[in-house]
């Protein structure tokens, strides 16, 4: 995968890409191996007592070995193709070593924290969120210090990568330093954990513990440091996808260290955990020490590239930017530090629901780095998106030790923005007592909760959405899906995280709420909306938000569009949060937020180049707020309303059985299975929407079909799996065949086979009604080989990324979960699967198309 990236891929894409078969292939193989992967991190495990030595030898000789046969394969294939691997110019070697020592350490350090540590990932009660938080380490680090280094962190690819010099050119230099990152990793992991080592010699249960006071501030200051460095390297090296970047930095160290110190890592939360009395006052000040300590290092650290950078003339610092004044940088400011701060709170300090069966909360370092990346994304060119006093005193550092030709800014915009970040923390803190009355008093929320809850959660969303719309970007659906993941995760326990008028509509019709509370819900979501879309109007003026059809489409393409697509989102809610199958009060899934998020980047990018992917009545009113919502506002919501409806029915469909709990009947809902007919609807169903994503992103000419496509699938497998296991796949349901895994017959799987290439069909005559409206379009959906690459070599990589795609299925979808998995609900696997779907189509998207499934093709 990263060969192939380097080879024909897009610069935008290439980290995103092998962070997503890192973490599929980290959870398809942890059961067996540990999902090592890397020499670096099988030398950090044996130091740290968590591998034996002579299995770090065997696992070395695999490494390698694994890594020169893909780079002579991905060599052959792509001839006259290369990689040269060496420093980018025009930073030197010491610049590169540099970064492969800080980020190949975050990744041993990630992997000794979330999968070696017995207090952290408990044989009793493990996480599911191990190998996320090792993947993303490459979302950090590939965008930071991809321009620098181009950001390996891997001694095999390393080597492999310049196998024109059999490793022994510029790969020696960098797997040598990788293999010092892996050692420092250890070091540090002892700091943090100083009791894990004597208790894993002792064969000892870690129990949940307080950790000192040097190791909570060791923890503050590595974490905040790796956040910090990230967001500055990616300014140096002109990354495109700094929000991203210093998010997944943020989720990776937050999973690490949660248990250690609570993972602040920004002033503006140990503020907030101080005014909730969660930490004493002293302990806040102590890590908000720490906390600034580790920002200025961060900026030395990034000063030292900067001087070398193209980029060394451009003054980064603390200032409002294209433009803007300060008080729009800093309400901005304010305004997105709330969001980031009541995240915190609301998942880390609320009650555990009671249906939670585990202990872990396995998705709230992916909420809280989603914030950081939402924020950067939607404010980043009024104020930076910085959200972390540590991180201003960083880039104000970097600015102070490299200005570049640009004077200074007064350092009064750097007290002023750490101000209002803290004041921002204040608000969250007083909003978080106001949505979870049970930090203050015992009993069920109450209704004016939830209806601020709503009210609140949409004003986020809205916000995000505004924002975004108007300053632009490839990633405004990603920020989208961030920002409603975030929220309804926040907001679930106290109203159930609807946050759209449409879902609230599903939710009535299907008889799970009552039409006076979705009229109140309604009217909740429709403030916080109007209120979010003014805001963002004058935030961002004289930039004006409008609603309209992409002018190479029609009224009705649009309309259609978002029937489709909010149709998905609703049906993704009911299945995932509505189900008492698919969540039940005994053990309820922990994948809900991430499944409803993502449905924002499957439409938003398949559905944003025709009608804008509103998929929600309240941002439609709000995007038209210019016509009070009364002008295409009001068929856009209608349009969604409708979706609503269809998503409903399919429900109804698809889960009978819930219909029948509805009416009383528990041994009807108990004694349910399945039938063929049923389930072969629901691999129609995924399969259509999966395929018409792809048709619609080629269509629109999206640089993210990829990114899209996998998020569909994912959000597909996690509503539908439970069902018909959420094969959508010719190829898998063979593989599922003859595995014998998967309880499947022969009969069986041709009717799965056939309901899926008829979901293809089915979706490619939709994607047809868009096509014809998109001239130019037409050759980039005929399935063959990319220009410049022959039938062999296109079929090789279709041949290669479905097996990957269909191995990772197998391997976590069809075996038996690990006795420390305490939910029958898997959190990791529709990640897994879909995520092979996203590094596939940017590894092999410019060679064959990346499709890896013949109900695509069809």
């Not at 998010?247 to 990776?252: H, Q």
């Not at 960083?394 to 200005?403: D, E, K, N, V, W």
């Amino acid at each position: 995968t990263a060969s192939c990236c380097a080879m024909v891929g897009s610069p935008a894409w290439g980290a995103l890409a092998v962070a997503s078969v890192l973490m599929a292939m980290t959870y398809a193989t942890g059961n067996v191996s540990g999902g090592n992967l890397n020499p670096a991190v099988s030398l950090s495990l044996g130091m740290a007592g968590a591998l034996e030595w002579k299995a770090v030898r065997l696992y070395w000789t695999a490494q390698f070995s694994g890594g020169f046969a893909a780079a002579a394969l991905s060599s052959a294939l792509l001839s006259p193709r290369g990689v040269a691997l060496a420093p980018v110019a025009p930073f030197t070697g010491c610049h590169a070593v540099i970064v492969e020592v800080i980020y190949t350490c975050m990744l041993c350090f990630v992997v000794l924290n979330c999968a070696a540590s017995k207090r952290n990932n408990s044989p009793s009660d493990g996480n599911q969120f191990y190998a996320l938080a090792i993947g993303f380490v490459v979302v950090a680090g590939g965008y930071a210090g991809g321009g620098i280094s181009g950001a390996v962190f891997n001694p095999a690819i390393a080597m492999s990568l310049d196998i024109k010099h059999l490793g022994f050119g510029w790969g020696i230099w960098y797997a040598l330093y990788e293999m010092i990152g892996g050692v420092v990793a250890v070091a540090l992991y002892r700091a943090v954990r100083p009791d894990e080592q004597a208790e894993q010699q002792a064969g000892e249960e870690a129990e949940p513990r307080i950790a000192s006071r040097m190791s909570m501030r060791v923890s503050e200051f590595l974490g905040t440091f790796v956040v910090a460095v990230t967001v500055c390297l990616n300014l140096v090296s002109g990354s495109v996808a700094t929000a991203l970047s210093a998010g997944a930095a943020l989720m990776c160290m937050v999973y690490a260290l949660g248990d250690v110190s609570g993972a602040h890592f920004n002033p503006a939360v140990s503020f907030a955990c101080a005014l909730m009395r969660a930490t004493e006052w002293r302990v806040s000040l102590d890590f908000i020490a720490f906390q600034i300590l580790a920002g200025i290092s961060a900026g030395v650290v990034a000063a030292t590239m900067h001087t070398a950078a193209a980029s060394k003339r451009i003054t980064f610092d603390v200032r409002p930017l294209n433009g803007y004044g300060f008080t729009a940088a800093a309400v901005a400011e304010l305004l997105f530090t709330v969001v980031l701060v009541y995240t915190v709170l609301a998942t880390t300090l609320a009650p555990r629901p009671a249906q939670q069966v585990s202990r872990q909360r396995f998705y709230v370092g992916l909420c809280i780095g989603g914030c950081m990346t939402l924020g950067g994304v939607a404010i980043g060119a009024v104020s930076g998106g910085e959200l972390n006093p540590a991180v201003s005193c960083a880039i104000s550092t970097l600015a102070g030790m490299s200005p570049g030709a640009d004077p200074l800014s007064p350092r009064t915009y750097l007290i002023g923005f750490a101000a209002m970040q803290l004041a921002g923390s204040l608000l969250a803190a007083m909003l978080f007592r106001t949505t979870h009355p049970q930090q203050r008093r015992a009993g069920e929320a109450a209704e004016f909760e939830a209806l601020v809850s709503e009210c609140w959660g949409t004003f986020v969303v809205v916000l995000t959405a505004t924002c975004c719309s108007l300053v632009g970007g490839v990633w405004t659906s990603t920020a989208v899906a961030f920002a409603i993941m975030a929220m309804v995760y926040a907001t679930a326990p106290t109203s159930g995280g609807h946050l759209n008028p449409a879902v609230s509509f599903a939710m009535g019709l299907i008889g799970l709420q009552p039409w006076m509370q979705v009229y109140k819900y309604c009217l909740a979501q429709l403030l916080g909306a109007a209120l979010a879309a003014g805001t963002a109007s004058m935030l961002l003026a004289p930039r004006q938000l409008s609603l309209a059809h992409v002018d190479a489409f029609s009224f009705s393409h649009a309309i259609l569009a978002e029937v489709l697509f909010t149709s998905m989102l609703c049906f993704v809610y009911l299945s995932c949060v509505a189900s008492q199958r698919n969540n039940p009060l005994s053990d309820g899934n922990q994948f809900f937020g991430l499944a409803i998020g993502f449905v924002a980047i499957a439409g938003g990018h398949a559905a944003g180049g025709v009608s804008g992917a509103c998929l929600n009545p309240a941002l439609a009113m709000g995007m038209d707020i210019r016509r009070l919502g009364l002008g295409w506002g009001v068929p856009w919501a209608v349009a969604e309303l409708v979706g609503a409806s269809i998503g409903a029915f399919l429900y109804e469909v698809a889960r009978p059985d819930e219909w029948a709990l509805l009416r009383g009947s528990q041994a009807d809902f108990a004694g349910y299975v399945p039938s063929q007919a049923r389930r072969c609807f629901c691999e129609f169903i995924g399969t259509f929407m999966l395929v018409l994503t792809v048709a619609l992103n080629v269509a629109t000419s999206s640089v993210a079909t990829a990114w899209s496509a996998g998020a569909a699938l994912m959000c597909m497998i996690y509503s539908l799996g439970g069902i018909s296991g959420g094969h959508f796949n010719p190829a898998v349901t063979l593989a599922v065949l003859v595995s014998g895994r998967g309880a499947i017959l022969p009969k069986d799987s041709g009717l799965y086979m056939g309901s899926q290439l008829l979901g293809g069909l089915a979706a490619g005559a939709v994607g047809a009604l868009f096509r014809s409206a998109a001239p130019g379009n037409l050759a980039a959906l005929k399935v063959a080989p990319a220009a410049g690459h022959t039938l062999l070599s296109a079929g090789c990589a279709e041949l290669f990324f479905t097996f990957v795609l269909v191995y990772t299925f197998l391997a976590v979808a069809t075996t038996r979960p690990p006795a420390s998995q305490l939910s029958k609900h898997s959190f990791h696997a529709a990640l897994a699967i879909g995520a092979c779907v996203t590094a596939g189509g940017f590894a092999a998207g410019g060679v064959s198309g990346g499709e890896l499934n013949p109900a695509v093709g069809a």
